[in-house]
């Protein structure tokens, strides 16, 4: 079985600032999935690995956590078991409508400064996996499939997408 990094143990950085601007930023569900292929896809296309394949079910997956977190307000990463159905994860919570789709998925991709090529864990120049986990998770070779849904509680946005075959594997490199 393969040892998965799952998150940090203080959970997954937290976006919150004012907004730019008062006019919210467009939302829909097609603008989402047109801007999560689009954002993985073409960072997948830049370190040299096949594009991710939409899925729905993990879709309804992403949505149904995404949900879970807007209701009770607690951002960390799911509750999974290891070995197979394992969905890799990648979350992100910030300001309330503040956020276009594509900046969400740009603080992800972000972490692309910190990444070395090593070998997992070990693919961080700052030497902590997690200041590069979502990107290493956007640009798993082993992954093919993605599905990204996001919810709104009254003050933030929390968008979930989920990966399969799920990455970060512990002693495997990213690409």
């Not at 896809?41 to 149904?64: I, K, Q």
């Amino acid at each position: 079985m393969a040892l998965l990094l799952a998150g940090c143990a203080q959970g997954p950085e937290r976006v919150v600032e004012r907004a730019a601007t008062d006019v919210p930023a467009p939302r829909g569900a097609g603008l989402l999935k047109a801007a999560m292929m689009n954002g993985h896809n073409a960072a997948r296309a830049a370190a040299g690995v096949a594009p991710l394949a939409w899925s729905d079910t993990l879709a309804a997956s992403a949505a149904r956590y995404a949900e879970t977190m807007a209701r009770t307000g607690r951002f960390e990463h799911a509750v999974q078991p290891m070995g197979p159905g394992r969905e890799g994860e990648n979350l992100w919570t910030g300001t309330r409508y503040a956020y276009a789709y594509s900046e969400m998925i740009g603080h992800w991709l972000a972490e692309r400064k910190d990444f070395v090529d090593g070998v997992t864990p070990a693919f961080s120049r700052t030497g902590k996996w997690e200041d590069v986990a979502h990107y290493t998770q956007i640009v798993w070779r082993d992954s093919t499939q993605v599905g990204c849904a996001m919810a709104s509680s009254r003050g933030e946005d929390y968008l979930v997408c989920r990966y399969a075959p799920p990455g970060n594997v512990v002693g495997e490199r990213v690409y």
